[in-house]
């Protein structure tokens, strides 16, 4: 049973960073689409998100390490989506367990 365990650990880990990613990618491409920071409108699983991407109402960064005042250990999150305009931010993190 030990064994049927740790491989489902092994397993989880990679197995949750690819679902995570893909799910990370379509949120992205759904982003650049709504802020029009793209033209491209190829399937979900042909495409690959950029690192930043900005215009004048948005600004966009894709799993980049953030800065912070503090020390914290998850300061690299899936989506960084900001709206210059009005001032709001959205980020989006993984799961801590496995990154």
């Known amino acids: 049973m ?3 365990a ?3 650990e092994q397993l989880a880990s990679t197995e949750y960073v690819k679902r ?3 799910i990370a990618t379509a949120i992205h491409q759904k982003l650049t689409e709504a802020a029009e920071m793209i033209d491209d409108k190829s399937p979900y ?11 004048e109402s948005f600004k966009l ?3 980049l390490r953030t800065l912070t005042d503090k020390t914290i250990p998850l300061n690299r999150p899936d989506i960084i989506f900001m709206n210059k305009k009005k001032r709001t931010l959205f980020d989006r ?3 801590p367990k496995y990154t």
């Open 2 to 4: 030990s064994c049927a």
């Open 6 to 8: 740790a491989a489902c």
């Open 20 to 22: 995570n990613d893909g």
């Open 45 to 55: 699983y042909k495409y690959t998100p950029v690192n930043v991407l900005e215009n």
């Open 61 to 63: 960064y894709w799993s």
């Open 93 to 95: 993190h993984s799961c």
